[in-house]
């Protein structure tokens, strides 16, 4: 059913936009249902099949009750959810703390941050993003008919460069990775460079229409390759620590 | 002259397309040039002001001459290249290298790959792909009219996810990092998590509509937050070691 040549022929157009109109997100929360009413009012028009929303951990930690308090007049009062939620701690330096959490993501201080919540809390990641994730396509499905894909983002850091990219946490109904071993390169060799993480690369085309301060927890991404709709995983992006060098 | 607000109005649209009818390009074609006239003939339109012009690495590299001779029958036989091109070997397992290349990049193989090159060919990283972003810049400005953005783009693998993403390695006229500290999030909070660093989440949308196989070269990225055009460089990504925890 995939069209193996789509990645091949006329170039595709990409677009994305931020959601309007979600508010608040508090626990308990009907996140999906929320989302789907949010998209039929939306201003760019109704949903496709194969639209990828693009949901920020924030709000899926604020409906899924991961939202912990902590000492708001202490500035490292959620340091010690981060031990908790770490498996390992792979750097440390001062009040910097690289972890790996319980899904395998290794970042800043075990995905917890302070921003976009209220004084006084910290949310933690998600505890099954890909759960998350597959609740929300299955919402819209139910409510709105359409079949898209869905990908918890998150923020991350990363060595060796600056700035930080918002990449995905959890993955539904489009691919995590797509493997292009065996296609041939434009040239007609085989290609060398071949697994493209398409869930990260579009969480960070997301955020450029979410931003950071603008309370948009949800974008639209249309255009992506059709061939790339497909059951998925975070188990495509998280590398076994056997395979890494750099844990 | 910058719209302070224009990240936390409503948002934008971002679209991105590939630009078609660029041909092979060979060492001494003018880069710049061929880009603003297949541009000028884009189905999607003109450039406009603002639009981000993001340029593979691999036509970067061909225009400039970076095309070395290699033993097309020995698949090591560009590895004596990767360490000339480096300045440390930063990991090392098999026949994988992880370098840091002259320019501060931290990457497998210091950049060289042989996809998308004739056989018995590597194609090295330009010499300084900020210069070569300004260049199409500047040819752009002048022959089109329009004031834009460059980012050149290359493929980099990371530490603990798999599958390879789009960043960028030279950019032009559009910020590499966006500083939003001291931005009150959607609650009012000062932001903790304050850098992104939108000329990579601008080169991974843009890699959604080139593919890796389609021979597109160059794509345009419309609708980028105005405010973020300005001088720039790669600097502002690549992280001195002293302040890296990985290296």
New interface residues.
Partial sequence: MTDENA????????????V?GIGEIRPDDQLGEIIADACRQEP?GPLCDNDVLVVTQKVVSKAEGRMVAIDADDPLSHKALVEDEAVRVV?R?GD?I?TETKHG??CANSGI???????GWAALLPIDSDRSARRIRDIVKARLGVSVGVIISD?FG??????????AIGVAGVA???D?RG?????G?M????????A???A??A??????????PV?VVR???PSWFRESSMS????PPQE????
Same sequence: chains 1, 2.
Avoid at 7 to 18: D, F, Q
Avoid at 236 to 239: A, F, G, K, P
Wanted: contains cysteine.
């Fill in positions: 990645s091949t022929s006329v170039p595709m157009r990409l677009s994305a936009w931020g309007v760019n750097r330096r910097l690289i993501f290794v941050d302070l921003s976009n919540v209220e004084r923020t990363r060595p060796w460069r600056k700035g930080l990219t918002d990449v995590a990775v797509v292009l296609t041939p390169d434009a040239l060799r290609m060398q460079v071949t697994e493209v993480c398409a990260d690369e579009i960070s085309a955020e450029l229409v979410m931003g950071k301060s603008s309370g948009i974008a255009g992506v390759d495509e992006i998280v590398r890494d060098l750099f844990r």
